[in-house]
């Protein structure tokens, strides 16, 4: 097996970051950033200037299901650090730059603080607040097409806690994409697979004529996340 930085007889190199333990760092810690210096889809991100390597992960999913089509209004919440916001920006033609392509809008929401992102209106705010859908429709200038989400409640470190907590978080964004989405609409968030997830998946085929569940190749094959693509909005009457 080759040494790191000697020839590994394939006349290529073995790249791969070593950390060093440091005093004071927890061995989980020294585990994710050996994690995060060695991912490829960390390494692409910085390359094609991504906030993060979860950008592949829209990019893949838009990829298969293509609902950020130029000229379609998107929200995206929960939106920091904007790595949705930059792939959304560009597939909806949010700058305009494709002068044959209808111009879409982008809104971002969070609770904190986001850098700009060039194509996107972003905004503070609680989406679960009580007129939170009036003031998106108000910024927005109408109904959105698209509703997608990749937030996650913060970890308490016990597995079926953090499966409740996450799923309680993508409900309360759907019921938000309930107020906000046009007919025909799309929503997307991400879920954790462990079985508290039936009732969701209940309420959006009720709402929605196609639910469906993916695992895109960008997210890690030792995470539960799983993401829910519900599209085809049947309107608030339903």
């Known amino acids: 097996?080759?040494?790191?930085?000697?020839?590994?007889?394939?006349?290529?190199?073995?790249?791969?970051?070593?950390?060093?333990?440091?005093?004071?760092?927890?061995?989980?810690?020294?585990?994710?950033?050996?994690?995060?210096?060695?991912?490829?889809?960390?390494?692409?991100?910085?390359?094609?200037?991504?906030?993060?390597?979860?950008?592949?992960?829209?990019?893949?999913?838009?990829?298969?299901?293509?609902?950020?089509?130029?000229?379609?209004?998107?929200?995206?919440?929960?939106?920091?650090?904007?790595?949705?916001?930059?792939?959304?920006?560009?597939?909806?033609?949010?700058l305009g730059t494709r002068k044959s392509k209808a111009i879409g809008t982008i809104l971002g929401v969070d609770l904190q603080e986001v850098d700009p992102v060039p194509g996107c209106?972003?905004?503070?705010?609680?989406?679960?607040?009580?007129?939170?859908?009036?003031?998106?429709?108000?910024?927005?200038?109408?109904?959105?097409?698209?509703?997608?989400?990749?937030?996650?409640?913060?970890?308490?470190?016990?597995?079926?806690?953090?499966?409740?907590?996450?799923i309680a978080l993508c409900e309360a964004a759907a019921y938000f994409a309930f107020d906000v989405l046009a007919e025909d609409g799309t929503f997307v968030a991400k879920v954790l697979a462990g079985g508290a997830e039936g009732e969701l998946q209940k309420l959006l085929k009720e709402k929605f004529t196609k639910v469906m569940n993916v695992k895109p190749p960008a997210s890690r094959s030792t995470s539960s996340e799983k993401f829910v693509v519900a599209s085809g909005f049947r309107g608030k009457s339903a």
């Open 121 to 166: 209106e972003i905004h503070v705010l609680d989406f679960m607040e009580d007129d939170a859908d009036i003031k998106v429709k108000e910024w927005l200038g109408g109904e959105a097409d698209v509703v997608m989400s990749d937030m996650a409640a913060a970890s308490c470190g016990h597995k079926q806690t953090d499966h409740l907590r996450i």
């Open 1 to 94: 097996m080759a040494k790191e930085g000697k020839s590994s007889g394939r006349g290529q190199r073995d790249l791969r970051v070593r950390v060093k333990s440091a005093k004071g760092r927890k061995l989980s810690s020294t585990l994710w950033l050996d994690r995060q210096l060695n991912d490829p889809y960390v390494q692409k991100a910085v390359k094609d200037g991504y906030r993060g390597r979860a950008a592949y992960k829209i990019l893949e999913i838009d990829d298969k299901h293509r609902f950020l089509v130029p000229g379609a209004r998107v929200v995206d919440l929960g939106s920091a650090p904007g790595g949705w916001l930059q792939v959304a920006s560009k597939r909806v033609n949010a």
